[in-house]
């Protein structure tokens, strides 16, 4: 899922990336703050990668920038070091 994906087509093709590798087992937004248009959030997930059947926690967070009720921008970080071992 690594790329850049622009407009519409983008985010299908995005949602359809995360749904081949991944079946989420638990999804949780902790904390939300917005100021003008910046957008930041954290939480925790556990995904089951579909490619080895390892579980993947993490926690994560969220920078978007949403222009003209549209997202401008969006940068997701999580434990990449979590994701490599369950991707052995």
């Known amino acids: 899922m690594d790329g850049t994906y622009t407009g519409k087509e983008g985010v299908h ?3 359809a ?3 081949k590798a991944f079946e989420t087992q638990a999804f ?3 904390h939300l703050i917005a100021e003008g248009s910046i957008v930041f959030a954290s939480g925790t997930f556990t995904h089951r990668l579909k490619s080895t059947g390892k579980l993947f926690t993490s926690a994560w967070a ?3 920038v949403v222009e003209g009720g549209k997202i401008r921008e969006y940068h997701f970080y ?3 070091g979590a994701f490599a071992t369950a991707n052995k």
């Open 28 to 30: 949780a937004v902790d």
């Open 17 to 19: 990336n995360l749904g």
């Open 62 to 64: 969220l920078r978007c």
């Open 13 to 15: 093709a995005f949602i």
């Open 78 to 80: 999580e434990d990449s």
